[in-house]
């Protein structure tokens, strides 16, 4: 079993910042990429952000010089920073991470955490 709690979503005025935690936990082997998704509703969820197990970093253009994702290896976590919010970031907020379970590629699949609402007021 493996399980991604979110944590960090809420209220804040355009132009302020949050910050959102992912904690992976249960049987994991290990963790490839890490990254968070966002959804409006009636439309399609899109990343926002990923890393990669070494680092490698990739931003939706929309969140660019804006957002910053960094993830703790040792603690299977995963945060995003949010600064200089605009009404156009709100959305639920999804933790996804590429995980195995073992030495075998069967085990490796992708998980997702129960969303965290960012809402942001004009």
């Known amino acids: 079993q493996v399980q991604l709690v979110e944590s960090g979503g809420g209220l804040v005025q355009a132009g302020g910042s949050l910050r959102l935690s992912c904690a992976a936990s249960g049987s994991i082997f290990s963790i490839n990429a890490m990254g968070w998704y966002r959804q409006t509703p009636g439309k399609q969820r899109e990343l926002v952000a990923a890393?990669?197990?070494?680092?490698?970093?990739n931003y939706a253009d929309s969140v660019k010089g804006r957002f910053t994702i960094a993830r703790d290896n040792a603690k299977n976590t995963v945060q995003l920073q949010m600064n200089s919010l605009k009404p156009e970031d709100k959305a639920v907020y999804y933790c996804k991470a590429d995980i195995s379970q073992s030495y075998s590629l069967s085990s490796r699949r992708n998980y997702w955490g129960q969303g965290t609402q960012v809402t942001v007021s004009s």
């Open positions: 890393i990669t197990s070494g680092g490698m970093t």
